[in-house]
Each structure stands twice: as structure tokens, then as C-alpha cells.
């Protein structure tokens, strides 16, 4: 091989190994970020009562998650209070 | 109906049961339960379960049961709200000052606000109850453990008791079972330890919880300013003034606390913000004007019955 022809073979050769460790460096990057995404995300399967009725049968948690208002509502009061909600 | 009050987590705990019967069970349980938060839960206690996640930051560890429900409402509660309630604000809220027990807090130099580092930076795996705290990352559960308190207290004496149960853990209400005539009569105002006698409405609830959340309460001063617990997480300071008090029913009380806390915390925008996730709610601001969302009972209809 000519010179040349050993520069380009040297420059591509260079050029594959780049590519090579930018594809495995953003795969590493990558299955870093799913771990840690997975890993963080399974936070939000909360064992309270709010969570169990929006969790999905596989566990993970859904999209639909959200915080709930009461099934009964809040009425009027009617009479003298049992006891009180404030700041604390 | 009988009830019984005493303090536990820093502020008062009571609980009503409408078998007058079965209260000595019901208090006997809400001692355990309360203990157990504490044990899991409390930033002020060295060994505690979260002072020990603490101590080994960085590593992953196994957590209890309890601390892994904590946590997981905790980090729901983040997400749920954009990041408003975020349980990573330890460090913010101990550079304001509640570095202690509230009782023990004093005066002193106003630290530099430190945003929270944010809740996603906590790696946590509920099913494994495998946690990984970033080194230099604090949290402060108080604003859901309390809740969750309420919430645990109450279905676990419902259960045992069988009777209809009310768990008041500081105005974080939570009610299981069947409700008295006309649902549980609950005075709503600034301060939970004087609602009663000074409401400024009543409301009824027969099911879910309801909470408050309010800067009126836990303040001290720090750096000639007056300061509170709700912390902006965002910011690290307090948020602007633009709520004294929010009340929310929800389906849970952890629920209810987080959509409060975190009503306080958005200001002008909370009204929209609770109606959309049709939270019934009552906020009044700093300077005694009422707004309320869909769902919650109109205010004249309330003072003509209170």
C-alpha cells in the first residue's frame, strides 16, 4: 500500500474505533439512565390505598396515578363539631 | 362516641370512636402506630430508621416496611405535584432553622436558601425496599408521614374494633368505618388546636381524609424574618405569602396533606391547580379573603349551620 492509501486506511480505521466508542459509551449512558429511570419510577408504587387503585396488574405504576378526592364528598356541617382541622 | 387526645409527633393526636367500648383498643393502637412512625420516620430522633439511611448515604440499604410506605408516599407525593412537595427539603428546612424538635427551635442567623436537590435524585425500589440516598441529600417526611400516620391509625382500628374511627394527628384527619349521623362534624380554622372552639366553618365527612396546611403554625424567627415549615422546595426559602391556611378533602389523607401543602407552596395558582384535580377545597389568604373549589360546601350554607 502507498502512503496515502495507508493514511486513509489508518484515518478510517480511526474513524470506526470513534464511532465504536461513541455507540458503546451512549449504550452504557443508556442502560444507565433505564436503570436508574426503572429504578427511581418503581418509587411511585406506593402501598397507600390511593396508589392500589391506580396501579397497573403488572405493578408498574400508571400514567393515571393522581391525587383523589373522597368517594363521599365533604357536606355542610350540622351541628357542633367532633373535633378540628388546622394549621399545626 | 368517646375520644381521647395526647401528644405524640410534636403535636397533638386524637382519636374518636363511636363505640365508646372499644377506645381504650383504639387508643392502645394509635400509640403503636404513632411510635412506629416515629421510630421509622423522625429526623430528630439519631436512631431513627431515616437518621440511619442518612448515616450511610450513598450505599444502597434495605429498608422496613413502614419507612418503605413513608418513602413511597413521599416520592408519589413528588411526582403527583410537579416537585411542589418533595421530601428531599431536609437540608433547606434545617438551613431555616427547624434544625430540632419544633419546641426547641430558636432565633439565630437566617442560613442561605438551599433549593432541594429533588426527589428523583433518591433511587428507591418499593418492591425490593431497596434504597440508594445520594450522598448530601436530606429528607424531611414530615409533610406525608404525618398524614400516613393518620391514615394507617385509622384503618387499622377500624379494623380491629370494628366501630367507626376518626384519627385527628394535628388537623390531618382521616375517618374509617361507619360515620355518625350526618358524618363527623369537623371545625376548620387557622390553628388545629383551637378550631373547635374558634371555627370559622364546619364541615361534614364520612369517608377519606381532610387536611390543613397553613404558615400560621410552626413559625419562628430566624435572621430577624419570620419563618414556617412549609418550605418551596424550589427555592429553599418560604413561599410567597399568599395563603394563611388551606384545607383539602381527599381520599386519603396522605392525598388531602399533599394537595394543601403543595397549595400553599404554588400561591396565586392553587385555586386552578386543586379544581383541576377536582380537589374539593377551602384556602384562605393572608389577608382573610375565602376562595373555594368545586366540591366543597358553600361558605354561607356552613356559617348558617355553625
Not at chain 1, 65 to 84: M, P, R, W
Not at chain 2, 107 to 134: C, T
Request: aromatic share 4%.
Amino acid at each position: 500500500m502507498d502512503p496515502e492509501t495507508t493514511a486513509r486506511t489508518a484515518r478510517r480505521e480511526h474513524g470506526r474505533r470513534k464511532a465504536a466508542l461513541a455507540t458503546a459509551a451512549a449504550a452504557v449512558l443508556g442502560a444507565a439512565a433505564v436503570g436508574a429511570i426503572g429504578f427511581g419510577l418503581s418509587s411511585a408504587n406506593a402501598a397507600d390505598d390511593t396508589t392500589q387503585t391506580t396501579t397497573t396488574d403488572s405493578g408498574s405504576t400508571s400514567s393515571q396515578d393522581q391525587l383523589q378526592s373522597s368517594d363521599s364528598g365533604v357536606d355542610s356541617g350540622s351541628g357542633s363539631a367532633h373535633t378540628g382541622s388546622g394549621a399545626s | 362516641m368517646a375520644s381521647t387526645a395526647f401528644r405524640a409527633l410534636g403535636t397533638t393526636a386524637e382519636v374518636l370512636v363511636t363505640d365508646p367500648a372499644r377506645l381504650e383498643t383504639a387508643v392502645e393502637l394509635l400509640h403503636e402506630e404513632l411510635d412506629a412512625v416515629d421510630e421509622a420516620c423522625s429526623r430528630f430522633r439519631a436512631d431513627s430508621e431515616i437518621s440511619r439511611l442518612h448515616d450511610v448515604a450513598g450505599r444502597q440499604v434495605r429498608v422496613g416496611p413502614l419507612l418503605t410506605e413513608a418513602l413511597s408516599a413521599a416520592l408519589r407525593a413528588a411526582r403527583l405535584t410537579g416537585g411542589l412537595v418533595d421530601p428531599t427539603v431536609g437540608t433547606a428546612v434545617r438551613a431555616l432553622g427547624y434544625d430540632r424538635d419544633f419546641a426547641a427551635v430558636t432565633d439565630g442567623p437566617l442560613g442561605a436558601e438551599v433549593p432541594a436537590p429533588g426527589w428523583h435524585r433518591v433511587l428507591f425500589d418499593p418492591a425490593r425496599a431497596l434504597v440508594v440516598l445520594p450522598r448530601g441529600v436530606h429528607l424531611d417526611l414530615g409533610a406525608t408521614a404525618k398524614a400516613l400516620a393518620a391514615d394507617r391509625a385509622a384503618r387499622r382500628i377500624h379494623t380491629a374494633t370494628g366501630c367507626g374511627t376518626l384519627v385527628n394527628l394535628g388537623g390531618d384527619i382521616r375517618v374509617e368505618g361507619p360515620a355518625p349521623e350526618g358524618g363527623w362534624q369537623i371545625a376548620v380554622g387557622d390553628d388545629h388546636a383551637d378550631a373547635v372552639t374558634r371555627p370559622d366553618t364546619t364541615v361534614a365527612l364520612s369517608g377519606g381524609g381532610l387536611a390543613t396546611s397553613g404558615t400560621t403554625r410552626r413559625r419562628w424567627r430566624r435572621g430577624g424574618r419570620t419563618v414556617h415549615h412549609i418550605v418551596d422546595p424550589r427555592t429553599g426559602g418560604v413561599p410567597s405569602p399568599r395563603w394563611r391556611t388551606v384545607t383539602v378533602a381527599g381520599k386519603s389523607t396522605v392525598d388531602a396533606n399533599t394537595a394543601s401543602t403543595a397549595a400553599v407552596v404554588l400561591g396565586d395558582a392553587a385555586p386552578s391547580w386543586l379544581a383541576e384535580r377536582s380537589l374539593p377545597a377551602r384556602l384562605v389568604g393572608v389577608d382573610g379573603d375565602i376562595v373555594t373549589t368545586p366540591g366543597w360546601p358553600r361558605e354561607t350554607e356552613l356559617r348558617e349551620a355553625s
